[in-house]
């Protein structure tokens, strides 16, 4: 199982991205799916997670500008970021709880980080 992220760039302050995660590989069902950050010298963070369902989680620091939503025939999870900050400015990688054809248990993997800089 493969994830791949894109959609990052550069942005000014206020302006909106959209990232993607696509899955792919021997995938038999997938159940949440979300997106993390990591700004330079901070921790790993939870941005937005979405399940199977539909119901979704948002960290309070993007909770109003960002918006989690997953596509389940395409195997993939987006993320809409509005009225980006500077301090949105980070790495961020998608990860999905992935259930594999002849597994019998969800293993979680990680896309390879896509880069977002919010920078005038």
């Known amino acids: 199982v493969q994830l791949q992220a894109s959609g990052g760039g550069l942005v000014q302050p206020g302006g909106s991205l959209r990232l993607s995660c696509a899955a792919s590989?021997?995938?038999?069902?997938?159940?949440?799916m979300g997106w993390y950050r990591q700004a330079p010298g901070k921790q790993r963070e939870l941005v937005a997670v979405?399940?199977?369902?539909?119901?979704?989680n948002y960290a309070d620091s993007v909770k109003g500008r960002f918006t989690i939503s997953r596509d389940n025939a395409k195997n993939t999870v987006y993320l809409q970021m509005n009225s980006l900050k500077p301090e949105d400015t980070a790495v961020y990688y998608c990860n999905a709880d992935v259930l594999s054809f002849g597994d019998s248990r969800y293993v979680k993997y990680w896309g390879q980080g896509t880069l977002v800089t919010v920078s005038s």
């Open positions: 590989g021997r995938i038999f069902s997938i159940n949440a």
């Open positions: 979405i399940t199977s369902g539909g119901s979704t």
